[in-house]
């Protein structure tokens, strides 16, 4: 059995080959290294992860800006429906359920995206004048019951 090897090339091995008629036969087989290194490997990863983590902080912002346009939406929805209710019925909603009793809420009340629930809305309620001589009491204006901060620096329970 003889061997030839370079270094850079392919090995190439020669060995024999039992079972066919007339004896042995030989058979050529090319041996070369291929893979990765561990070395190789462990680069790769390490600039995964640095990409990575350039990536992450601006992944977090988005979604914060994206939770802060469907508040924007949440509220604006939810403020024009209150005044359409205080129109339509002559009185101010005594809550947001009322909103959805009365068919201005389709969907239930909606899901303040900060805090993650649909409990947590403010209501800022005031009497509303509903004559010259009569006032009615009620939701005029909703806010998130969030305490966090948004990205321009005011509080969420102000917008």
């Given at each position: 059995?003889?061997?030839?090897?370079?270094?850079?090339?392919?090995?190439?091995?020669?060995?024999?080959?039992?079972?066919?008629?007339?004896?042995?036969?030989?058979?050529?087989?090319?041996?070369?290294?291929?893979?990765?290194?561990?070395?190789?490997?462990?680069?790769?990863?390490s600039?995964?992860?640095?990409?990575?983590s350039?990536?992450?902080?601006?992944?977090?912002?988005?979604?914060?800006?994206?939770r802060?346009?469907?508040?924007?939406?949440?509220?604006?929805?939810?403020?024009?429906l209150?005044?359409?209710?205080?129109?339509?019925?002559?009185?101010?909603?005594?809550?947001?359920?009322?909103?959805?009793?009365?068919?201005y809420?389709?969907?239930?009340?909606?899901?303040?995206?900060?805090?993650?629930?649909?409990?947590?809305?403010?209501?800022?309620?005031?009497?509303?004048?509903?004559?010259?001589?009569?006032?009615?009491?009620?939701?005029?204006?909703?806010?998130?019951?969030?305490?966090?901060?948004?990205?321009?620096?005011?509080?969420?329970?102000?917008?």
């Amino acid at each position: 059995m003889g061997h030839s090897m370079g270094i850079g090339k392919s090995a190439v091995v020669r060995c024999r080959v039992s079972g066919i008629k007339s004896g042995y036969s030989s058979l050529v087989i090319r041996h070369s290294s291929s893979g990765f290194t561990l070395i190789e490997l462990m680069v790769v990863i390490s600039l995964i992860l640095i990409l990575a983590s350039f990536a992450m902080p601006s992944y977090h912002i988005s979604v914060v800006h994206a939770r802060e346009a469907v508040l924007r939406d949440d509220l604006f929805t939810m403020r024009k429906l209150i005044d359409e209710f205080t129109i339509d019925k002559q009185r101010p909603p005594t809550s947001l359920d009322e909103l959805v009793d009365a068919g201005y809420l389709r969907g239930g009340v909606p899901t303040d995206p900060i805090t993650g629930s649909n409990q947590t809305w403010k209501t800022d309620v005031e009497d509303v004048p509903i004559s010259q001589d009569q006032a009615a009491a009620g939701i005029v204006d909703v806010h998130s019951g969030s305490d966090d901060v948004s990205l321009d620096g005011t509080a969420y329970s102000s917008w």
